[in-house]
């Protein structure tokens, strides 16, 4: 096998997620980096399903499911109660974008203000999916779902809740895609190795949602990559920040864009896709001046890249 | 034997937590509560307690927390008031369905606008669906011993249970407290063994999705479990007695022998009327008083009991279901319907907002019950400008004045 | 989960029951769904033995270089000789675009890593005889594959070693004479005989050999040198002859300044030959640079030996004057394309001298076809021959350069080759084929075809070759070095494995159902393959195919 990942499996078939469900795929990498000594919090989220009915279950760790805006506190509580037991069980909250940046963030940044001993795993599939396509604050601008329909689509950038986790001075926050697994699974890893609150962002295809052929599913989250859309990056401490993936090939947002057909209303207002792009070169550009700040002897940035 | 001390409900419970050996604590202080999880933080700082303090940014996430620790095969306590009960509210059902012996002392306080710290139960009783076991405390001392009681009672029935006591009167007033041997309560409290702890080695999905062939099945088990608690929680109450010293039960009757006119009273207010029935009986009106502990199981068969072929029966509310009438009253009369002799049912509704309920209160409250013929659903005592009474029929609103010294 | 009945059944708190979710068979979903289709990669397609190539490197990378070398001897008995010297068109058809993955690097360090391995022998022996007249690449190729079909081998060579062009036209620095001299004993070693000093026409023909042998295979080459049919061209050396000298220990140098006519690999070996020799070379070419015939590195190397060129140059005359030889030199200019595709060289008129001490000539090869019986000639005076070295006369084949005129080493294996499949045909006996070679394959990959996303843009293994001052000093020391195991091993996952599934792990790695298990290979439950299609896309060889579930149910 070219590819340095281990065979063993934690998730069985069977479960219910959508073809090409980037969740699924998340999961079942997260868990071949994180081992057996795991426990998963879920609050409601496309996991709530995909996991099975009862008396069903997918992973071969503990799951305990919980409510919409609790996976951060419920984890702290299970870590707790590990911790009080003598065990060092790894505590993950495995939680989407609506549970993490909408109804969950006040769980989240009270448990990370007070940098609880747990791993917090956000995909990331930028709306309310499990729900039928509703947008949530991770919506990107100009982005079409049913509760911002072309006629209004999305007015709003996406919530950068990297930033928001970078702020409370974590000892790591990443992002990764499982389009990048041996990132995603080193990153999985690195941050099981830690103590304290770890955030990974986890940019989460949803072929249904997004509208798009399932098999497009990690193309997509590729070309979202080196678009720069989504940078993969790290960011420790709340201050270094690490660019883990400099695009290589000449990607330009559209290119992402054009995939889907949630984007339609944006590919079809020159004025709205100038400004996401705009947005898109200095969120960029400021990732960038990160990375030089943190590394500024060895800044791996190439003039061209910046 | 344990130490005698003199201290307010809020410590006492406190005590309860430490006595139970909670494992993990997790609170977010409001007043009148504050004091719980202050001696609680303290407790855990200096080691005097082995737990975890989870400092959480809200009552939902203190709750939240609990299930996280219960699950995970903990002991987990909490407290709250008022507005941080209503906040917990649907992980209070989530407790329940994951069948987790969680314990949380409320400090009942009326729910804003406006905003009132003072004593009344409606916060507590409207999480009566939660499926929590629900208890009254009325002394310092019940502050303590019920929460050791409901863990008892809770962990062998896997379903959570929460303990009132009413805002200041309790909360704030020192007692003597018999602080328990920890030896002795250990012995009546031994370690919560879970059915199950999330360990990896038994990877389960824990409360996950379940459609409708089963969602009936699995959760009958849990209200079988609550009615399953009404015996065990009789049973739990008398070992207390004999392990620890004092005796509980589901209701406290008193003066109840030749009762014709009795009061329903349940909290701290419970001591004034305590009070009132003895002077009512000097006065020659043969009055008597059961007081409420269980409110969750409700103990349908002790209140048929006592209150079968009474008089009247005054049931007094520090609450309010809008539309219906306060919450014991309507509670009561379900439970003596077709009961024969049946006595009538006279729902007072008082001390709404932390209003005192002073002796005199129960005296008016018994003149009114004496003289009234019909019970009404709700009858108001101590609205100003108005007797004990219903509603009154047409109530008109109020249109604004202009506010004083704002020109037009 | 009917089976539940009474509530007693139920667990009394909410947790799972059931072992997994292997229960809920999802593939039901499936309406599409992935098929393992081997296709053809433009590497082997485009090599002359049609070496399978994805495979073998495949083998090699598992750690198996036996396994490697038992597939690529299928098609190519020699690695270690065309590991050095092939001109690698598979490179220039590699879909990596963005450097070729070094194939022929791989070849050198998988033949040498093999080196000494045993080869497949026939189980049973024909008792046929088959003669093979020529011991260059296409018979020594012949040689090979005869004796693994069983058949007995002799092999007739004139000179006195075998090896043919190998031996005695590629200089020892491209490729040793040690390692020719290893690969004959290993035929040797197989039970070929070898007989040398045996010229054909001489002391031996076409018709008295077949008297003895069931089949005769003739593949004497393309070992005379080509006229340039101008003034003075006796004073010309060609170089062929000079390469075949330098071969047997006996070349001289006669003068300091040389000069080579011509612009292929022949030109090539002399000039470079002759620097290691101590001489200044200038190489006239009548084309530019772009058209000339010689392999791109051996045209670099010489460069980088010091050798000038002087382009557009066409010697029209040499005569010998007081300095040395003048050779009097036009200047071309490029003109439509001739039949070759290549820019015509045409006269301009001007013309100047350039004095050497030796000039060579290195303008083409030709077979000496005299040698074979005119039956078996055609009306241009070449061989008569079929696809597969058929002939006229049904005992006789013919193939390499008598059978194409002078073309590569691989060329000439892949006759030898071919030509053993038509005389097996003819004679009885085979080797084993193995049944994957035998099935039908789809289209070639181009690189529209690749999913190359998850490969990195790495640089090539270049094969390591002393700088030119080095190998200049070293004289005829073998220049370049084989490549080490874990430079090979990186190279080798530069690959894409067009067509053929190299158990990469794409699909495994992306599958979000778990749906595929992973045994050395993915196997697919279609119990779960709910048919997202994300496999298929993301197959970087273009090996998975998207179809329609119909097909199957």
């Known amino acids: 096998m070219r590819w340095d990942l281990p065979v063993e499996e934690r998730i069985y078939p069977g479960t219910l997620g959508c073809q090409a469900c980037g969740g699924a795929l998340s999961m079942r990498l997260a868990l071949k980096a994180l081992g057996d000594d795991t426990v998963v919090v879920i609050p409601a989220c496309c996991w709530s399903i995909v996991d099975g009915p009862w008396p069903v279950h997918a992973l071969k760790v503990p799951v305990l499911h919980t409510a919409f805006e609790t996976a951060a506190v419920v984890a702290a509580g299970v870590k707790a109660a590990k911790l009080q037991q003598g065990k060092d069980t790894t505590v993950v909250a495995w939680a989407g974008d609506g549970g993490t940046m909408d109804i969950g963030l006040q769980a989240l940044s009270g448990a990370a203000e007070r940098n609880e001993d747990i791993l917090y795993a956000c995909y990331d599939n930028e709306a309310y999916m499990n729900t039928g396509i509703q947008r949530s604050s991770s919506t990107p601008l100009g982005t079409w779902t049913t509760t911002t329909p072309n006629e209004r689509p999305e007015t709003r950038p996406k919530k950068n809740i990297m930033e928001i986790m970078a702020a409370h001075r974590i000892p790591y926050a990443a992002t990764c895609c499982p389009a990048y697994p041996d990132d995603m699974i080193a990153k999985f890893r690195k941050a099981k190795e830690m103590t304290g609150t770890r955030f990974l962002h986890i940019l989460s295809v949803c072929p249904p949602g997004w509208k798009m052929d399932s098999e497009q599913a990690i193309e997509v989250m590729r070309k979202a990559v080196h678009s720069r859309v989504f940078p993969l990056y790290e960011v420790e401490g709340g201050l270094d920040y690490t660019i883990n993936m400099w695009p290589q090939y000449e990607t330009k947002p559209e290119d992402y864009f054009s995939m889907q057909g949630r984007f339609k209303p944006l590919l079809n207002d020159p004025e709205l896709l100038a400004e996401v792009k705009r947005q898109i070169d200095k969120n960029w550009n400021t990732l960038v001046e990160r990375h030089v700040r943190t590394h500024p002897r060895f800044p791996e940035a190439s003039p061209a890249d910046r | 034997m344990g130490e005698r001390h003199l201290l307010t409900g809020n410590h006492a419970a406190a005590y309860g937590a430490k006595l139970a050996r909670a494992e993990v604590v997790s609170a977010y202080p409001i007043t009148p509560q504050t004091m719980i999880v202050e001696l609680l933080s303290e407790m855990v700082a200096t080691g005097e307690l082995e737990a975890r303090f989870i400092t959480v940014e809200s009552e939902h996430s203190a709750m939240a927390a609990c299930v996280g620790a219960s699950a995970a095969g903990a002991r987990a306590y909490t407290a709250t008031s008022g507005q941080g009960l209503a906040l917990m509210h649907e992980m209070l059902h989530w407790a329940t369905g994951a069948r987790l012996p969680i314990v949380l002392s409320n400090v009942s306080r009326a729910m804003g606008p406006g905003w009132s710290i003072w004593a009344e139960q409606t916060d507590f009783l409207s999480q009566r669906d939660t499926g929590w076991m629900m208890l009254f405390a009325e002394s310092v001392q019940e502050a303590q011993d019920f929460v050791i009681w409901m863990y008892r009672v809770a962990e062998q029935v896997l379903l959570p249970g929460m303990v009132s006591m009413d805002a200041f009167i309790l909360s704030h007033t020192s007692e003597p407290l018999i602080v328990h041997d920890q030896s002795a309560v250990d012995a009546y409290l031994p370690p919560w063994e879970p059915l199950y702890t999330l360990d990896p080695a038994e990877p389960r999905a824990y409360g996950g999705l379940v459609n409708r062939d089963h969602y009936f099945e699995l959760r009958y088990k849990a209200y079988e479990a609550m009615d399953r608690a009404r015996g065990l929680m009789d049973e739990a109450g008398r070992e207390f007695g004999e392990a620890l010293g004092s005796a509980y039960g589901p209701v406290e009757e008193f003066m109840l022998d030749d009762a014709e006119y009795v009061f329903v009273s349940a909290g701290a207010m419970t001591s004034n009327v305590r009070y009132a029935v003895t002077q009512l009986r000097e006065r020659g009106i043969k009055a008597g008083l059961l007081r409420l502990i269980a409110f969750r199981p409700f103990p349908f068969e002790p209140i048929r009991e006592h209150l079968a072929g009474r008089t009247k029966v005054a049931v007094l509310d520090r609450n309010m279901s809008p539309g219906h009438s306060g919450i014991f009253a309507s509670e009561i009369r379900a439970a003596l319907a077709g009961l024969p002799g049946a006595p009538p049912i006279f729902g007072y509704v008082l001390g709404i907002g932390g209003r005192d309920i002073r002796v005199e209160t129960v005296f008016e409250v018994a003149d009114d019950l004496v003289t009234r013929d019909d019970p009404e659903r709700a009858l108001y005592v101590g609205v100003k400008g108005l007797p004990i009474g219903p509603t009154r029929p047409g109530t008109v609103i109020t249109p604004l004045e202009p506010l004083e010294g704002v020109a037009p | ?553």
């Open chain 3, 1 to 553: 989960m009917s089976e539940f009945k009474h509530v007693d059944e139920y667990p009394e708190i909410p947790v799972s029951t059931a072992v997994s979710s292997t229960i809920l068979k999802t593939g039901a979903w499936r309406n599409m769904r992935p098929i393992k289709v081997e296709s053809r990669s433009p590497c082997t397609e485009s090599c002359p033995a049609a070496v399978p190539i994805p495979r073998y490197l495949h083998e090699l990378a598992t750690g198996d270089p036996a396994a490697a070398h038992a597939t690529f001897t299928l098609r190519n008995p020699f690695p270690r000789i065309t590991g050095r010297v092939c001109p690698h068109p598979c490179e220039d058809a590699c879909n990596r675009t963005d450097a070729p993955l070094a194939i022929r690097a791989l070849e050198r360090f998988m033949g040498d890593e093999a080196r000494g391995l045993p080869d497949p022998t026939a189980e049973t022996e024909t008792g046929r005889r088959v003669a093979v007249v020529g011991s260059g690449p296409a018979g020594l190729a012949a040689a090979y594959y005869l004796r693994r079909s069983g058949h007995a081998v002799t092999v007739f060579e004139s000179r006195p070693e075998p090896g043919g062009m190998l031996r005695y036209g590629i200089p020892e620095y491209r490729l040793p004479s040690t390692l020719v001299d290893e690969e004959i004993e290993r035929l040797t070693g197989l039970g070929v005989e070898f007989r040398t000093r045996i010229r054909l026409g001489t002391d031996v023909t076409i018709e008295g050999l077949e008297q003895d042998f069931d089949a005769i295979f003739a593949a004497i080459g393309a070992g005379m040198g080509t006229a340039l049919g101008i003034e003075g061209e006796s004073l010309t050396e060609p170089g062929l002859e000079f390469l075949e000298r330098l071969a047997e220990g006996a070349a001289e140098l006669h003068g300091e300044r040389c000069a080579v006519i011509g612009g292929g690999n022949t030109a090539m070996d002399v000039a470079r030959a002759l620097r290691r020799l101590g001489a200044t070379v200038t190489v006239l070419y009548r084309r530019t640079e772009a058209e000339m015939p010689a392999i791109a590195e051996e045209h670099a190397a010489a460069t980088a030996d010091g050798v000038r060129f002087e382009f557009l140059a066409q010697p029209r005359s040499v005569a010998k004057v007081p300095a040395g030889l003048s050779v009097s030199v036009e200047t071309m200019r490029l003109g439509d394309p001739d039949d070759s595709g290549r820019p015509r060289p045409e006269p301009t008129g001007e013309m100047r001298s350039l004095t050497f001490d030796v000039v060579f000539t290195a303008v083409g090869e030709r077979a000496e076809v005299d040698l074979l019986p005119p039956d078996l000639r055609g009306d241009d005076g070449w061989p008569a021959v079929g696809p597969h070295g058929e002939t006229p006369n049904e005992r006789i084949f013919v193939g390499g350069d008598l059978a194409t005129g002078p073309a590569t080493v691989v060329d000439a294996i892949a006759w030898g080759r071919r030509a053993v499949d038509a005389i097996n045909a003819r004679i009885g006996g085979g080797y084993e084929i193995p049944l994957w070679m035998l099935e039908e394959r789809a289209e070639v990959i181009g690189p529209t075809g690749v999913n190359r996303a998850t490969f990195a843009p790495l640089p090539r293994v270049e094969t390591p070759e002393m700088s030119p001052e080095d190998r200049l000093a070293a004289g005829f020391t073998e220049e370049t070095a084989t490549i080490v195991a874990a430079a090979a091993l990186a190279e080798i996952e530069r690959c894409f494995s067009c067509g053929y599934c190299n158990s990469c792990g794409t699909c495994f790695v992306f599958c979000p159902d778990a749906a595929i298990t992973w045994d050395d290979g993915p196997i697919f439950d279609f119990d779960y393959c709910k048919g997202c299609g994300v496999c298929t896309s993301e197959c970087p060889g273009h090996v998975l195919l998207f179809v329609k579930e119909k097909a199957y149910g």
